[in-house]
T-cell receptor, first 114, second 113 residues
């Protein structure tokens, strides 16, 4: 039982490049989330998926797209990376909803955009 | 919209001393409240959560938190800290209206030997 896994752990991009961050969970959770963490800002929700086939915007969705590929996997795509997207990205999952349930977090992906 | 304020960006305590980390929230209905801990380079781990019932909540690693509705607070406490408690602590609030939770900006705890 690996919990929540994220790939890659580190990534450096040039401005304008695209990439996809991968997230998978093996806990049979319905809900999955993408957050970004910046110094002094706490965690901010980018997108979330309450169940397979649904996605919703969070607090800071601009510049990102997501895909809930199946129940296990939830990917985050940067179509044209910008330096403002330099951050640590965390994926999380919960059984049926973050607002009243425990979220389990992945180890994070540290992204630098030059 | 809900919000969370953690007034202290940094807190330093001596090992063995007691600890209290402050959290104030804003939410228009009954809140669900969480405390998470993040060690350097790691993801977040849930310490404890409050949904309803007893306002004093016990968590892992000897932590507890008290929900005070009149003060809109959910402060985290520990009677005696250990060097391994040095980390960043996040308070978060969610609720029954939607599936989002909002995190505070965090308090970094430093432990003096």
């Amino acid at each position: 039982n690996a919990g929540v896994t994220q790939t890659p752990k580190f990534q450096v991009l040039k401005t304008g490049q695209s990439m996809t961050l991968q997230c998978a969970q093996d806990m049979n959770h319905n809900s999955m989330y993408w957050y970004r963490q910046d110094p002094g800002m706490g965690l901010r929700l980018i997108y979330y998926s309450a169940s397979e086939g649904t996605t919703d915007k969070g607090e800071v969705p601009n510049g990102y797209n997501v895909s809930r590929l199946n129940k296990r996997e939830f990917s985050l795509r940067l179509e044209s990376a910008a330096p403002s997207q330099t951050s640590v990205y965390f994926c999380a999952s919960s059984v049926w909803g973050a607002s009243a349930d425990t979220q389990y977090f992945g180890p994070g992906t540290r992204l630098t955009v030059l | 919209a809900q919000s969370v304020t953690q007034p202290d960006i940094h807190i330093t305590v001596s090992e063995g001393a007691s600890l209290e980390l402050r959290c104030n929230y804003s939410y228009g209905a009954t809140p669900y409240l969480f405390w998470y801990v993040q060690s350097p380079g790691q993801g977040l781990q849930l310490l404890l959560k409050y949904f309803s019932g007893d306002t004093l909540v016990q968590g892992i690693k000897g932590f507890e938190a008290e929900f005070k509705r009149s003060q809109s607070s959910f402060n985290l406490r520990k009677p005696s800290v250990h060097w391994s408690d040095a980390a960043e602590y996040f308070c978060a609030v969610g609720g029954s209206r939607d599936d989002k939770i909002i995190f505070g900006k965090g308090t970094r705890l430093h432990i003096l030997p």
